[in-house]
C-alpha cells in the first residue's frame, strides 16, 4: 500500500508542476500567477476539489506522443466562493502554451456539463496560445464542443471569463458568448487576428496590446466589461461580481440582511442644477439612492453616456441602468443602447430587479449614427426593455425626451412604477426646438423673432417642461421628492417582489441584432 500511495502522491506532484519549474518562472516573470496559484486566490481555502488531474492528450504526431502532461494544459473542478458552489477552469500556460487539445476541451465540457446540470455558476480562467496545433481538427472541434455549451448555459447560469493571457483566433468567442469579460492589462490580449496578419492585410502596424488589450477592449470596443490592473484585482473583482448574482435562472440573488431601510436623503435635492442644460454626475444620484458603497460598475469606461452596474438596495440585490448628463449630456447612441441592452438582458436572465435613472434629451443625430445603424441598435435597448419580466422601476431625475422617453423603461413598455422628480420635463423635444417647429410662422412674422421664440418657447416650457401632463394621464405614478427616492424605491421593490409576469408562448424572441 505504501508503494501504491507513493505512485499516487509522485503522480499529483507531477500534475500539480504542470509544464515545469522553468515554465512557472517564465510566468511569474510575465507578472502572471499559474492556473493552480489564480484558484488559490479565487476559490475559499481548501475548497477546491480538482477533476481530471490526470488526463493527458491521446495525440502521437509530431513526437507529441513522448511529451504529455498530466492534466493537459488546464485545470478544472469545482469549490466555493464565499461559500457558494462555482465550477471552475483555468488554462495552464506552462503546459503547450495552454493551447487547446481535444482531451483538453474534453475537460472544460465536462465541468461546464456539470454546471448546467447543477445549476451552479462556471468561471474560465483562459490564458492559452489557442488551438494546439499540432492537433489540427480535433482542436477546432473541442472549440466548438465548448461554444455549442456557452450557448446552451445562456441564461441557465451565470458565465464568467477572465482573460488572463493570449486569447486569440476563433478562441475569443468562449468569452464572447459569456456573460461577463474580465481583461488585466498589459499581460492579456484578445482579437481574431493577431498584428502580423493585421499588418499583412491592411498595412495597420499595430501592437498586441494596442489591437486587443485590456484598454482596447474596455474603452473602444466594449468587448470586455472589466479592465483590471493586474491578476489580483481581476480575481477580487469576480468575487464581487458574483455577489450580486444567483446561482441559477430559478434562484433569487442573494439577498442580505439591512437594518435601517427607509432613509430620507436630503442630499439629492441639491443634485440637478438650476439650469437645466447644465451637467451633473448621474453617480452622485445612484450613490445616495443605494446601500452606501455597493454600486458595481459594469463597462464603466465605454459608452459613459450611460451609466450600467449592479448595487444593493435594502440588501437585495438589483441592476442600476442610467442615463449620464455629465458625458454627452446623457444622449442614446448606438454603443450606449447595446451596452443597457445586454445589462438588461443578464439581469432579466437572473431575476435581477431593475432600476432605471433617466435624464436623456433623445438619441445622438448624425449620418455616423444613422449609417451605422442606430436604428436597429437603438431598437436593442427598446427591444431587452419591453422583454423584461423582473420588478421595473423609473425615476426621472430630468429630461425625458422623445424616443428615448418611450424606450427608458416607460410605463407603456412594461414598467411597474414610474417616478418623476418635480424637475421632470417630460416631452416630444426640449421648448426651444419645439416653439421653433410649431410657431415657426408666428415667429417668422414677429417684429422681433428673437423675442417671440422666448415668449413661445416659455409657453412650451410651462406647459410641457414639468411632470404633470404624464402624471395626469398616469404615465407617472407619483412625482416625489429627491430626498424620499431611497424609501419610495425600497417600499415598491417590496411590493413588487412576488411579481408575476409571462411572455407570449414562443420559441424564442428575435431581438433586432
Ligand atoms: C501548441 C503552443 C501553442 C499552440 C504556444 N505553444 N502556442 N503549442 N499549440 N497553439 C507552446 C510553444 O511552443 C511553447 O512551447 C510554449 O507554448 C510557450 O510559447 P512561447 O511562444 O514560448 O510563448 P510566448 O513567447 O509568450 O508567446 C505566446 C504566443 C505564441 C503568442 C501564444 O506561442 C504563439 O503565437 N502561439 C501560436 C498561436 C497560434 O497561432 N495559435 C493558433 C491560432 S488558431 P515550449 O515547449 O517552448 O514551452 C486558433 C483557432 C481556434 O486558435 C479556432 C477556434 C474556432
Redo the contacts with the bound molecule.
Sequence with gaps: MKNKQKILEEKIAEAKLG?GAN?IEAQHK?SKLTARERLHFLLDEGSFEEIGMLVTHRSTEFGLDKEKYLGDGVVTGYGTINGRLVYVFAQD?TV?????SETHAAKICRVMDLAIQNGAPIIGLNDS??????EGVV??GG??DI?YRNTLASGVIPQISAVMG?C????V?SPAITDFILMVENTSYMFVT?PNVVKTVTHEEVTSEELGGASAHSTKSGVTQFSCANEPECINMIKQLLSYMPQNCEDDPIALPYESVEESRPALNDIIPANPNQPYDMHDVIAEVIDEGTFFEVHKKFAENIIVGFARLAGRSIGIVANQPAHLAGVLDIHSSTKAARFVRFCDCFNIPLLVFEDVPGFLPGTDQEWNGIISNGAKLLFAFCEATVPRITVITRKAYGGAYDVMNSKHIGADMNYAWPDAQIAVMGAKGAAEIIFKKEIAEAADHEKKLKEKEQEYNELFANPYKAAEHGYIDEVILPEDTRKKLITAFKMLENKVAKLPKKKHSNIPL
Excluded: D, E, N, T
Design positions: 509544464g515554465r510575465k500556460f503547450f502554451g495552454g493551447s487547446l496560445g489557442g488551438a494546439r496545433i499540432q482542436s477546432l472549440y466548438a461554444f493570449p486569440a483566433g476563433g478562441a468567442y493577431g
